[in-house]
């Protein structure tokens, strides 16, 4: 498995702590997940997950959403 960071920051570009932060695959496949997938952020601003790769070499893509912030979710692709 490899750590995926995210970091959430206000407007004025500080970190903002205690936001709940989902992660999630767009499909399991062969069996990739992430753990865990909800967090939420520290006093740095970030929350992190485990990405654990399936039994099938593709690629998959991951998104981080924060909860009820209205914002688009960050996604990021992985080759597993």
């Known amino acids: 498995?490899?750590?995926l960071?995210?970091?959430?920051?206000d407007a004025d570009g500080f970190p903002v702590r205690?936001?709940?932060?989902?992660f999630s695959v767009d499909t399991a496949?062969?069996?990739t997940a992430v753990?865990?997938?909800?967090v939420?952020?520290?006093a740095r601003g970030r929350a992190s997950t485990r990405v654990t790769a399936g039994a099938v070499v593709d690629t998959a893509t991951?998104?981080?959403t924060i909860a009820n912030s209205g914002l688009?979710?960050?996604?990021f692709t992985v080759v597993i």
């Open 18 to 22: 205690g936001r709940q932060v989902t």
């Open 1 to 3: 498995s490899v750590p």
């Open 62 to 64: 991951i998104s981080a």
């Open 72 to 75: 688009p979710a960050a996604t």
């Open 29 to 31: 496949k062969g069996g």
């Open 5 to 9: 960071v995210v970091e959430v920051r």
């Open 35 to 38: 753990t865990p997938a909800t």
């Open 40 to 42: 939420e952020t520290d």
